[in-house]
């Protein structure tokens, strides 16, 4: 069955650091997202992608995060300068069509 | 804003019993009513989803029902084994794009 891919499964990153977070979508897949889950809570959306373009994005995807195809396989979340509050599990997710997304495994992102 | 709520947050059963889970969505225009396995360390796993215009679905030992007119829609699992155990969301999707996810419910199948 496939799958998305996420790299890496975790990443520890002083405060201040810029991190890149690695997606590979589902091949024929159109739509990508981005959410967070912060431990023990639900997960929350971050942002859509969609014919090259952000869609939607939430409240948290403030100036500090970036998404990116770079070249038609990956999709990349970056966030450029971190904090202690942006430690969570996220998770890139992709969609034929605008339901039944599928989610990759996460990378646990660790904020120090 | 959006919203969807969930209950309980954590649910034990027997194993054989029933467990049901349910949510309550805000937004009216919400027609797409996906429910999430999340086993740990995992990301959260499709395991069955209903459109506004369908009132239950079922697929295998699980079921979903939708009441539009209050808003709420539920996960039903029958002869509930060990290996459901795991935390289940429910979300809510309006128009294209997000998901708006439950606040999640841990359940736990005792051999």
């Known amino acids: 069955e496939p799958e998305v891919t996420q790299t890496p499964s975790h990443q520890v990153t002083q405060m201040g650091q810029e991190v890149i977070l690695r997606c590979v979508p589902i091949s024929n897949h159109l739509y990508f997202y981005w959410y967070r889950q912060i431990l023990g809570q639900k997960v929350e959306f971050l942002v859509s992608?969609?014919?090259?373009?952000?869609?939607?994005k939430s409240e948290i995807f403030d100036d500090q995060f970036s998404v990116e195809r770079p070249d038609g396989s990956n999709f990349t979340l970056k966030i450029r300068s971190t904090k202690l509050e942006d430690s969570a599990m996220y998770f890139c997710?992709?969609?034929?069509?605008?339901?039944?997304?599928?989610f990759g495994s996460g990378t646990r992102l660790t904020v120090v | 804003g959006e919203n969807v709520e969930q209950h309980p947050s954590t649910l034990s059963v027997q194993e054989g019993d029933s467990a049901v889970i349910k949510c309550t969505y805000s937004?009216?225009?919400?027609?797409?009513f996906p429910w999430y396995k999340q086993e740990l360390g995992k990301g959260p796993q499709l395991i069955i989803d209903i459109r506004s215009n369908v009132g239950e679905k079922k697929d295998q030992r699980i079921a979903v029902t939708l009441n539009k007119t209050a808003k709420h829609f539920s996960l039903h699992i029958t002869e509930t084994q060990p290996e459901d155990s795991a935390v289940y969301f429910c979300a809510a999707m309006r128009g294209t794009y997000k998901y708006i996810f439950g606040t999640g419910t841990r359940l736990k199948v005792l051999a």
């Open positions: 937004d009216s225009a919400s027609n797409y």
């Open positions: 992608f969609y014919n090259n373009e952000i869609s939607e």
């Open positions: 997710a992709s969609s034929f069509d605008s339901d039944g997304y599928t």
